[in-house]
């Protein structure tokens, strides 16, 4: 511990972006226990003590500690063991690792994992026979990319008892063959027929998952976040208890928020049971303050609630505008309720009826209680109406914004924007226009769904490219590109407000001392270059609990 009157950790050599917009840049920074005590420059060096710690930046670039506004941990950690098809885009790829994976795991009862891509199939839907081929002797359970559909053997099917006469659930479909019999492709709320068959992981594998995806995202600078699904759901463990086993036991480093999970299939009458667990989950570093509504599906797969119908092949309109999976009456209602109990609500909006029907809430409960301080907020944000972008500054919701998906890559140009129609594709992701018309911009990953960096989400959000992206990829709606600056404090100030931790997200005396190292200047260089920089130190409340091996 260093002298009352110096540092236990400076950090000098700057530059220093605080997201402070009285003082954007300083050169040096020091910390005391876990606060931030002092910002500035030559004159922070006389608070060094012979115990202090200095770390020379040495032209690199220190930032507040990233934020992620809509993340599920556990499962991506868990899934990260489980039969991994993330990065790949090819039938043959996904058929070598599926069956690597069977033949390695002789034992395992059930095949599970995901993160394979839409793209890789005619119209983005694979079918049981692939599977069949590979594992027969067991079910297979695979999830896509999106999370939003899962693909199944004929196994799993059977042991589901799905069969040409299974209705389609409400809140899902079951895709069929011309005689009606399941494919082994399904969608939405369809997955739970088959996922709730899959045995759950024990409550030490749960841990397990929750610490690797939190050395994960601490190597990607990020020290707090919204786990967008906590509580019991149809095809995933509750995280809950793992969160509070790992609070509890002082493993949990990061600052979380947990969002509860609205279970649609039912009314007001679970909102005593989410007021329980907001008591029993919010324990040191975790706090269960908020709850998630999931309002519609994706455009994928065209469960994502439209204004209007969406396209067929032909480019006529079809009879299908996608689904709202709570009627905006009661949606109105279950918000206004949840609101006056101090819950924060979280919605997954992604189309433009389902962002307007979360507005539609919002305002509700603005009207019936007046303008409290839950922040309530609206993630994905795909398709919004052009009259609807000013609703958000208007009515005090935050824009949680996913910006790895803005970008062109087949999944947009193949399975999406054919289907919109020209008018609606230019709507997607109206990051520009929502800063330009005073929304607060929060930004989060959905990883697994997508990459937890937030490096690279900076990179598209700046410029509506993928990092990747081979230099004839044209810019996607390039009026709708931010800011570095905007976007840096849309992963730090925005989802701390966001998350309500009011003393994170910027570099000021007094804040918790939760800090990036970057390798780099983000803004001493071209643009384009932003998605090459890598995090070498991660700081939450002053100690370190990541650092690269050439930091």
Known sequence: MAHAHTADLVFTGGPVHTVDAARSRATAVAVRGDRIIAVGHDEVRGLIGPRTEVVDLAGRLLVPGFQDAHVHPVGGGAELGQCDLTGAVTVEEYRHRIQ?????????????????????????????????????????????????????????????????????????????????????????????????????????????????AQALLHSYGVTAWQDAMVGSHGTMSDPGPAYVTAARAGTLTARVVGALWWDRARGADQIPGLLELRERYTVGRMRATTVKIMQDGIAENQTAAMLGPYLTGCGCASDN???????????????????????????????????????????????????????????????????????????????????????????????????????????????????????TLAAGSDWPVSSADPIQGI?????????????????????????????????????????????????????????????????????????????????????????????
């Open 100 to 212: 690597a994976y069977a033949d390695a795991h002789p034992d395992a009862q059930w095949i599970t994992g995901g993160g394979w891509s839409m793209e890789a199939f005619p119209g983005g839907m694979p079918t049981s026979r692939l599977l069949d081929e590979l594992v027969r002797d067991r079910p297979v359970y695979l999830a896509n990319r999106d999370h939003h559909g899962a693909w199944v053997n004929s196994r799993a099917l059977e042991m589901a008892g799905l069969s040409s006469a299974t209705p389609d659930p409400a809140d899902g479909r079951i895709e069929r063959d011309a005689r009606g019999r399941p494919t082994g492709m399904l969608q939405e709320g369809a997955m739970a027929l088959v996922a709730a068959l899959v045995p759950r992981p024990t409550a030490g594998e749960q841990v397990t998952a929750l610490l690797t």
């Open 459 to 551: 990179h598209v959000a700046v410029n509506r490219r993928a990092p990747e992206s081979e230099p004839d990829v044209p810019v996607f709606l390039p009026a709708q590109r931010i800011d570095l600056g905007s976007a840096l404090a849309a992963y730090t100030a925005g989802s701390a407000y966001v998350n309500h931790l009011d003393d994170t997200g910027t570099i000021e005396p007094g804040r918790l001392a939760d800090l990036v190292v970057l390798d780099r200047d983000l803004f001493d260089g071209p643009a384009e270059a932003i998605g090459r920089t890598r995090v070498l130190q991660t700081f939450v409340g002053g100690r370190r609990v990541h650092a690269a091996d050439d930091a």
């Open 321 to 439: 505008s996608g689904i709202s999976f709570v009627e905006p009456g009661a949606l109105c209602a279950y918000v206004t309720e949840l609101d006056a109990h101090g819950f924060q609500v979280h919605f997954h909006a992604l189309g433009d009826r389902a962002v307007r029907e979360a507005l539609d809430a919002v305002e509700a409960a603005r009207h019936a209680n007046g303008w409290t301080g839950t922040r309530p907020h609206l993630a994905h944000l795909q398709v919004v109406h052009p009259d609807d972008v000013p609703r958000f500054r208007r009515l005090g919701a935050a824009a949680n914004i996913q910006p790895l998906w803005a970008a062109h890559e087949p999944q947009m140009d193949e399975l999406t924007i054919p289907f919109l129609g020209a008018e609606r594709a230019a709507w997607q992701y109206p990051f520009g226009d929502l800063l330009r018309a005073g929304a």
